[in-house]
């Protein structure tokens, strides 16, 4: 498969290079970083540390959506939106881990989605989405005498809060209750809030130095406390699932697809 990766130079970008070059079946045929970026026309691979690839980072991401069979997006929430309508334009597959997408951005990868498979997930590690998974379950058998509150820790360069894979945890304990999270959430807490409201589900947000991702979801009631924490220590496992997520949609017919649909949970 002929992988292109867009923000190439980002953390996530130069890890997905290493990642695709090592994986047996996949090539990096190209990649993309902003126009007038300091990266643009470097070699990618040597830019990722590993040995000279041959391939030039370019600036015109329509030229990579040409080349590519799937193109993996780490970048930024605007960049993503445009990204995904040039995959639906050349109807090639998109994996999107960006984070931070407004409802508009969300809908226009939705309507992209409709020509060309699209993988989004806030978090691609195969270990954050067994946890989804758990946290649906642990919500829908606790009940509503729990208190959900979820916890995450990111490194100083984070520009989105919370993070969009407590979003999805708290989507996920929302759904386990059978209720949107956007009737109950608390994403802030400030000054003189009063007593918590029944049903809500809040959330705390930490940042600082190099913390990869630590997420944790509360469930509090009188008595006792549940909690369920992922740490991930390594950036590798997003790449891997990304990567894991391109080779998916080979035979995927259009359509907006999670991480639980790749692994089938
Ligand atoms: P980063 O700032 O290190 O990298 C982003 C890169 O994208 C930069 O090199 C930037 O120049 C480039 N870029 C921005 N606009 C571009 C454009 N129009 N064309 C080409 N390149 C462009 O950030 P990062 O830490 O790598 O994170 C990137 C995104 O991925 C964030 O939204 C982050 O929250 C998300 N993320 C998601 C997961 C996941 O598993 N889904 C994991 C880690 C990070």
């Not at 759904?175 to 589900?201: C, F, M, N």
Request: hydrophobic residues 45%; glycine residues 12%.
């Amino acid at each position: 498969m002929k992988i292109g990766i867009v923000g190439c130079a980002g953390r996530m970008g130069q890890m997905l290079v290493r990642e695709v070059a090592a994986t047996p079946g996949c090539t990096v045929v190209g990649g993309t970083e902003r126009v007038g970026g300091p990266a643009v026309g470097k070699d990618i691979g040597l830019l990722a540390g590993i040995e000279a690839l041959g391939v030039p980072v370019i600036d015109d991401a329509a030229v990579l959506f040409a080349e590519a069979d799937a193109v993996i997006d780490f970048t930024s929430a605007e960049a993503a939106e445009r990204h995904a309508a040039l995959a639906a334009q050349g109807q090639t597959a998109l994996i999107i881990g960006t984070t931070g997408l407004n409802p508009s951005q969300l809908a226009s990868v939705a309507a992209a989605a409709t020509h060309t498979p699209i993988v989004q997930a806030p978090n691609m590690s195969v270990g954050v989405n067994v946890l989804l998974a758990v946290v649906e379950q642990v919500a829908r058998t606790l009940g509503d005498d729990y208190d959900i509150e979820v916890v995450e820790m990111h490194h100083r360069h984070k520009v989105d809060a919370p993070s969009g894979t407590a979003l999805g945890l708290g989507r996920a304990a929302a759904a386990g209750r059978g209720v949107a999270l956007e009737d109950v959430w608390q994403k802030t807490r400030d000054g003189y809030t009063g007593p918590r409201r029944a049903g809500d589900i809040g959330f705390a947000t930490l940042r600082g130095g190099d913390v990869v991702g630590d997420h944790t979801v509360v469930f509090a009631t009188d008595g006792e406390r549940v909690e369920i924490t992922h740490k991930a220590s390594s950036r590798q496992v997003f790449a891997k699932g990304a990567v894991r997520a391109a080779l998916w949609t080979a035979d995927k017919t259009p359509g907006l697809y999670t991480m639980r649909d790749v692994l089938g949970l």
